[in-house]
């Protein structure tokens, strides 16, 4: 194709206005295409775009007028002179007007489609460089093929007759005439090659697929008729092993079914998953195709690779009607799959209501468990169906329950389904059963109780139902305190203090010669005094083996279970033999600037004490925390005293029941920082 040039030049005193002119109004998608190409590979770098070559189309025009980007006034192109027949690339390669030949062509080629919805295609070097870029080529359909396609039976029948037409040459791989004439479900052109052909009536594509077996994909029940007629094979199978009468069910069609039944199509041959007709009529409820095909011989008790019945699936899927139809005709309504799943237990996990009902009225077994060991109560609480819980608790025994290691109500907890946590609440569940020891070591933390669920998912209303249903809040290795106070919620800390969980209790793999909830709580002081107003012990964080002597320095050791508190990693190997004291834990990073707010609220709930020479330099670190020291310094004051032994007489639980003033009373519960003399 010869090229010309095109010179740009600036034109600021042009009367075009720029709002007016549309830059690519008349060009094409190829001028368009061919256009970007050419721009793309000119220089750049370069102020004025020297030249731009034309298209063959754009030849004969005059003058096209451009915008210069710079200026946003019309650039003017003029025709260009006889000598500039050449067009101007930076690049020394540019594309190559044909396509290379494929044979000898190093490199990629790459489809793309255009926004217009053009396909193109591209040749490339292996360093990318373009090599061609062009609309790709469309393939011409053979004759005998596109007169199939528009259903021109005279032109078929024509070419049928030319010596030079094989019906028996495929235009694609295995894709012949007459599977194009069942595609199409062109009937007259499916007659006419069988006519001119009768041998290929079970010619198969690539993909294994027969004439018949493309006729029912589409559903073309004419052209079904036509080659049954003529002798098509009905247990001819594509490559996924799928026949006729399997394509027919999928398809939903009882013409198509009665069809293939009545030119003896085999009704229990299994696809390569396993399937039958019949479970394939099953996923899709048609209760007229299972009559024809149980009629017929079709055996309901067939699985497939996974152990699935047709009933099963009929449960899995929600189909009524089908599920109906299965148990009138004798299937087995206990079944198990592969994984120990019954057909309860699928539409349970489903949240099929109406198959849960259907399926209990006729006797299924509702203790039955799967390979886990799960009831289909089990996963219908953990799947939240409230209703379905409802219907199930009534044929569920509890002692059945019991045998499985796992109450319904730690599934229903660990997923939040509050409203299925008070159905089996009221339903008369244990909210104090545990964990079996295997299903407990699942688990690093060790948990058996259905409150430690609750409590680690911080879901106050569960903890609130569990709590006053009875539910202990000490069951666990790992209190349940504790885990409220790390995630600070002091709701759920009064819950379960209120409740009687145990301040003061320990972490059996980190032992603490103070309680370890004060680990939890040390940056949120109105908790750790609620904690101290409530029972907890004070004294013992001030118990230091050391003393006032020198502290050995604390070691870096960091273990698998160091997320349990912010201090947890600086730790002495002895101070692990006999529990980490309170002097070592404060001292930690995280912890030490609040050392000074947490050793005045403590000593609020002690008498007389000796600061360890650690806690004296926390003090002495901070020039503001020199008051506290001084508190600490004996004799305590005689109020102070008064205070605590009147906590150790009367009990910190009776005080309001003392007949004193309503200061006095605040002040010996410590809500007041001191009283009138």
Request: glycine share 6%; with cysteine; net charge neutral.
């Amino acid at each position: 194709m010869a090229r010309a040039s095109i010179s740009v030049s600036g034109s600021s005193g042009s009367s075009l206005e720029f709002e007016d002119y549309s830059l690519y109004n008349n060009l094409t998608d190829d001028q368009l295409l061919q256009l970007a190409i050419e721009r793309s590979l000119t220089n750049t770098h370069s102020s004025v775009i020297a030249a731009v070559p034309t298209l063959q189309q754009q030849s004969n025009r005059s003058t096209l007028n451009l915008p210069d980007r710079r200026t946003n006034t019309p650039v003017v192109r003029h025709n260009p002179s006889p000598a500039q027949t050449t067009a101007h690339y930076s690049s020394p390669n540019p594309p190559k007007e044909k396509p290379p030949d494929l044979k000898n062509f190093d490199g990629t080629v790459s489809r793309f489609m255009t926004g217009s919805g053009k396909r193109m295609v591209a040749y490339r070097k292996p360093d990318g460089s373009l090599v061609h870029i062009a609309p790709e080529p469309e393939e011409e359909e053979e004759p005998i093929f596109k007169a199939v396609r528009l259903g021109d039976v005279s032109r078929v029948k024509a070419l049928v007759m030319c010596p030079g037409t094989n019906l028996m040459l495929p235009s694609k791989p295995g894709w012949l005439a007459i599977h194009q004439a069942a595609w199409f479900g062109q009937e007259a052109c499916l007659r006419a090659l069988l006519t001119a052909q009768p041998g290929m009536v079970n010619k198969r594509t690539e993909r294994g697929e027969s004439p018949l077996l493309l006729a029912v994909s589409r559903e073309h029940l004419q052209c079904v008729q036509v080659l049954l007629e003529n002798g098509a094979d009905p247990e001819v199978m594509s490559h996924e092993r799928e026949t006729a009468l399997y394509k027919a069910c999928e398809r939903n069609s009882p013409a198509m079914v009665a069809a293939l039944l009545n030119h003896g199509a085999e009704i229990n041959t299994p696809c390569i998953q396993g399937w039958t007709a019949l479970q394939e009529a099953t996923c899709r409820n048609n209760v007229e195709i299972l009559e024809m095909l149980l009629k017929a011989g079709a055996k309901h008790n067939l699985t497939n690779i996974y152990g699935i019945t047709p009933l099963f699936t009929a449960a899995q899927s929600g189909q009524l009607a089908a599920l109906r139809f299965l148990l009138k005709h004798g299937a087995d309504i206990n079944s198990q799959a592969s994984d120990g799943a019954t057909p309860l237990y699928e539409a349970a996990k489903n949240g099929h209501e109406e198959i849960v009902e259907l399926l209990l009225s006729q006797n299924a077994d509702a203790n039955k468990p799967g390979k886990t060991g799960l009831l289909p109560l089990h996963i219908a609480a953990q799947r939240g169906s409230d209703t379905i819980v409802s219907i199930l608790i009534p044929a569920t025994g509890k002692a059945r329950v019991r045998r499985t290691g796992i109450s319904p109500l730690h599934l229903a907890a660990e997923r939040n389904r509050d409203d299925v946590l008070q159905s089996l609440i009221a339903a008369g569940f244990d909210v104090n059963a545990q964990l079996s020891e295997e299903r407990s070591k699942m688990y690093e933390d060790r948990r058996t109780s259905a409150l430690y669920f609750a409590v680690i998912n911080n879901n106050v209303d569960a903890t609130r139902m569990l709590l006053e249903a009875g539910a202990d809040p000490n069951l666990d290795v790992f209190n349940p305190l504790l885990v409220a106070a790390r995630l600070s919620c002091i709701q759920t800390v009064t819950l379960l203090v209120k409740h009687g969980a145990n301040i003061n209790a320990q972490i059996p793999t980190h032992p603490t010669t103070f309680p370890a909830v004060y680990m939890f709580c040390m940056k949120y002081l109105p908790m750790f005094k609620y904690l101290l107003d409530r029972g907890g012990h004070a004294l013992s964080c001030f118990d230091c083996v050391y003393g006032n002597g020198p502290h050995p320095p604390i070691k870096t050791r960091r273990s698998d279970r160091d997320d349990l508190c912010d201090a947890g990693g600086l730790l002495s190997v002895a101070s692990q033999r006999r529990g980490i004291q309170f002097c070592e834990m404060i001292s930690a990073p995280s912890i030490c600037r609040w050392a000074g707010p947490i050793i005045d609220v403590l000593l609020d709930y002690v008498g007389h004490v000796t600061l360890c020479s650690r806690l004296m330099e926390h003090l002495d670190s901070y020039p503001d925390w020199s008051g506290i020291k001084e508190k600490a310094v004996l004799p305590r004051t005689l109020l102070q005293l008064c205070r605590l032994r009147i906590q150790q007489l009367i009990g910190r639980r009776q005080l309001k029941r003392l007949p004193l003033p309503g200061g006095l009373i605040r002040f010996l519960q410590h809500q007041e920082g001191a009283v009138d003399h």
